[in-house]
Nanobody, 123 residues
């Protein structure tokens, strides 16, 4: 079992930055691949970024060059640094986990989810 708790969301102006964190419980955190997803009102939940236990990662095209995923296995945390934020980044951001090391981007393949944290970017 893995429990996930996100933090760091808030209101920011376009062009600003936020850093989201996800704290994970469970002894096997370092054997899980961790992902960030987001869901805007009226839209499907979509992939943002994913990182495996060795640090390999990938990001959605819409956030490449602006967002960076990272993890600290000693602290059981995964972070999402978000720079140059745009109004279209406004969404609830979710942390997710799955066993294995593959960098999978489909939300249906993730077993554990946090409760989400709201990010609002004003123009």
């Amino acid at each position: 079992q893995v429990q996930l708790v996100e933090s760091g969301g808030g209101l920011v102006q376009a062009g600003g930055s936020l850093r989201l964190s996800c704290a994970a419980s469970g002894r096997t955190f370092n054997k899980h691949t961790m992902g960030w997803f987001r869901q805007a009102p009226g839209k499907e939940r979509e992939f943002v970024a994913v990182i495996n236990w060795s640090g390999d990662n990938t990001h959605a095209d819409s956030v490449k060059g602006r967002f960076t995923i990272s993890r600290d296995n000693a602290k059981n945390t995964v972070n999402l640094q978000m720079n140059s934020l745009k109004p279209e980044d406004t969404a609830v951001y979710y942390c997710a986990a799955r066993g294995g090391y593959l960098l999978l981007t489909s939300k249906s393949l993730y077993d554990y989810w946090g409760q989400g944290t709201q990010v609002t970017v004003s123009s």
